[in-house]
C-alpha cells in the first residue's frame, strides 16, 4: 500500500466552482475556464501515488500548480474536488481535530522562508512544534537536540536565528519537521532562496540525511536540475495538471510530448544518464569453458582487439588481448589464466556518466559494467559520445 495516494485531486479558486468543474469536465483549458466563469484552476485531476521511502519530486515552472498541490495533501488548502489517502485513510473529509492529529502524527512541512522565531534560541524553534503539543519539556527537549544533531547543529542550540547563515537557518527548519519523527516530510520550494553553493550544499545533505532517515519525502521545486539530482521520481505540472511521471531517466529519455521535451533539452545529460543508458552488449568468453582459441575467433569475428573473460556465473574475471591470444595459441597454451588482465576497470550501471568522463579518457580498453558483480554491459567511447549527443534519446542496445 503507497503511503500517500491522490485521486482526482482539484482545486479551484473562485465563487463559480461548479461552474467551473463542469467546463473542466467538458474539455475546457485554464485559460477559457478563466474567462468564462472568473475562476481558477489550480490544479487538475492529479492522481499519483508515493511509496514508502520514496522521494517524490514535484516540479513545474511559476503559476503549474505545485506549492497548491502538497498544500492539498495536508489541506492547508481545502481540495475542491478528489481524494487524499495516507496510508490507505482518506483524509480528504476528516474534522479539524483528526486532521490535526493526521498532521502531528503522519506530516510535517519544511517552508521555503525559514519561518523562525527571531526571539527563541535553534533549540526553541526546533522543539515548538512539541511545545504546542504540550509535551513535557524533557522530553520534547530531548527530542530537538537530536534532530538537531542530525542536521548538523548540535553545537549551536542556544544561540538565534539571526546568527547563522541561511543554509544554517534551513536545517533548523528541517529539524523542527524532523522532531516529532514524521512519516511523510512535505517540502515546498525548501531551498529556493538559498545562495546556488548553499543550496547545492543543502541538496547534498538532504540526499545524506534520507539515506539515514529513509522518510517518505514529496519536493517542490521549480529547478529541474534540484529536481534531477533529489528524485526518485518525478511529477511534471503544467497548468495545474501532471504532463508526466517517471524516474529522472525516463523523463529525460522518453519526454510524453513536445513540452516535456522542450523543458528539458538544456538538461547536461551526463549529469543525469547512467553507464545502464550508453553500455553496449559485451562479447565475452567463459573461463571455465574457453581457451586462447575461442578468445581469438571471437576477436575475429567481432572485429575487436581484446574480449571480456567471465565465469559461469557472469562474474567479471578480467580481459585477454588478441596478440596474448594469439601467441598463447603459438604455444598451445590452453588455459584463458595463463594470458588473463585483471587491470579493467569496472562501474556500477547506476553511475553517472559525468562520473565516467575520466575513466573512459584514460583507459586504453573499454570499461566494463557491472551489477552486483555480474558483468552487463560494456562502455567504449564512441557509445558514449554518440549516447550524450543524441537527440531522440538513448538506448543501450544501439
Keep these: 500500500m503507497p503511503v500517500i495516494e491522490v485521486k482526482n485531486l482539484t482545486k479551484v479558486f473562485g465563487r463559480n466552482t461548479k461552474e467551473a468543474l463542469s467546463r473542466l469536465e467538458q474539455g475546457h483549458s485554464k485559460e477559457e475556464i478563466l474567462n468564462e466563469t472568473g475562476c481558477t484552476v489550480a490544479v487538475n485531476k492529479a492522481t499519483f501515488s508515493v511509496k514508502q521511502g520514496e522521494f517524490f519530486v514535484i516540479m513545474g515552472l511559476s503559476g503549474s500548480g505545485k506549492s497548491t498541490l502538497i498544500r492539498l495533501i495536508n489541506r492547508l488548502i481545502e481540495p475542491t474536488e478528489g481524494n487524499i489517502f495516507i496510508d490507505g485513510k482518506d483524509i480528504s473529509n476528516l474534522d479539524k481535530q483528526a486532521l490535526r492529529q493526521v498532521r502531528r502524527e503522519k506530516l510535517s512541512m519544511v517552508f521555503q522562508r525559514f519561518a523562525l522565531f527571531p526571539h527563541r534560541t535553534i533549540l526553541e524553534n526546533a522543539e515548538f512544534g512539541l511545545e504546542i503539543q504540550k509535551m513535557d519539556k524533557t522530553e520534547r527537549r530531548k527530542k530537538a537536540t537530536e534532530a538537531l544533531q542530525l542536521v548538523g547543529l548540535r553545537d549551536y542550540l542556544d544561540q538565534y536565528p539571526d546568527q547563522l547563515s541561511g543554509g544554517m537557518q534551513q536545517r533548523v527548519g528541517l ?13 515546498d520550494e525548501a531551498f529556493s532562496a538559498l545562495d546556488p553553493l548553499i543550496r547545492k550544499d543543502m541538496q547534498d545533505e538532504l540526499i545524506e ?71 553496449k552488449r559485451p562479447e565475452t568468453v567463459n573461463i571455465e569453458r574457453h581457451g586462447p582459441r575461442v578468445a581469438l575467433e571471437r576477436m575475429r569475428a567481432e572485429g575487436i582487439s581484446s574480449i571480456l573473460v567471465i565465469d559461469n556465473n557472469r562474474h567479471l574475471k578480467g580481459y585477454v588481448t588478441a596478440d596474448d591470444a594469439l601467441e598463447a595459441r603459438n ?31 584514460d583507459s586504453p580498453i573499454p570499461i566494463a559494467v557491472v551489477e552486483d558483480k555480474r558483468l552487463v554491459g560494456v562502455l567504449v567511447r564512441g557509445a558514449i ?7 531522440g534519446g538513448v538506448n543501450g542496445n544501439d
Excluded: C, W
Design 209 to 279: 540525511l534520507q539515506a539515514k532517515m529513509k522518510k517518505t519525502i514529496i519536493f517542490i521545486t521549480h529547478d529541474l536540475d534540484e529536481a534531477l539530482r533529489l528524485g526518485d521520481r518525478i511529477a511534471l505540472m503544467r497548468d495545474g495538471s501532471i504532463v508526466q511521471i517517471g524516474t529522472p531517466e525516463e523523463i529525460l529519455v522518453n519526454p510524453a510530448n513536445d513540452y516535456v521535451e522542450k523543458f528539458v533539452e538544456d538538461v547536461d545529460r551526463s549529469k543525469v544518464l547512467t553507464a545502464k543508458h550508453v553500455m
Design 175 to 187: 529539524a523542527r519537521a524532523l522532531t516529532n519523527d514524521p512519516e511523510v516530510l512535505l517540502m
Design 385 to 391: 559520445i554518440a549516447g550524450l549527443a543524441s537527440e
Design 331 to 361: 604455444k598451445e597454451v590452453s588455459d584463458l589464466n595463463e594470458i588473463l588482465k585483471t587491470d579493467i576497470q569496472s562501474v556500477d550501471k547506476d553511475k553517472p556518466m559525468n562520473d565516467i568522463f575520466n575513466m573512459i579518457y
